[in-house]
Nanobody, 115 residues
């Protein structure tokens, strides 16, 4: 089992910045993918940014150049730096850990961007 705890969401004006954190604990395999997804009201959950199991990063086209994913392996923590936020970035952001064919999810953190 892997437990994920997100933090850092909140309310921000358009053009502002937020930094999300996700702390992983439990049975963490050395081979895993980890990253961020989001779900806006009435929409499906979508990938935002992720570290693949091979160590590469993938970003949604809508956030490229504005969001940056990073990690601290010693702390088992993944971060999402979000700059130049737009109202359409408003969503619940979920941390995901994928390993050995299983997905683990955090409880989600709300990000609201006002215009």
């Amino acid at each position: 089992q892997v437990q994920l705890v997100e933090s850092g969401g909140g309310l921000v004006q358009a053009g502002g910045s937020l930094r999300l954190s996700c702390l992983a604990s439990g049975s963490i395999s050395s081979i895993h993918a980890m990253g961020w997804y989001r779900q806006a009201p009435g929409k499906q959950r979508e990938l935002v940014a992720v570290f693949t199991s091979g160590g590469r990063t993938n970003y949604a086209d809508s956030v490229k150049g504005r969001f940056t994913i990073s990690k601290d392996n010693a702390k088992n923590t993944v971060y999402l730096q979000m700059n130049s936020l737009k109202p359409e970035d408003t969503a619940v952001y979920y941390c995901n850990h994928h390993t050995l064919g299983r997905d683990y999810w955090g409880q989600g953190t709300q990000v609201t961007v006002s215009s």
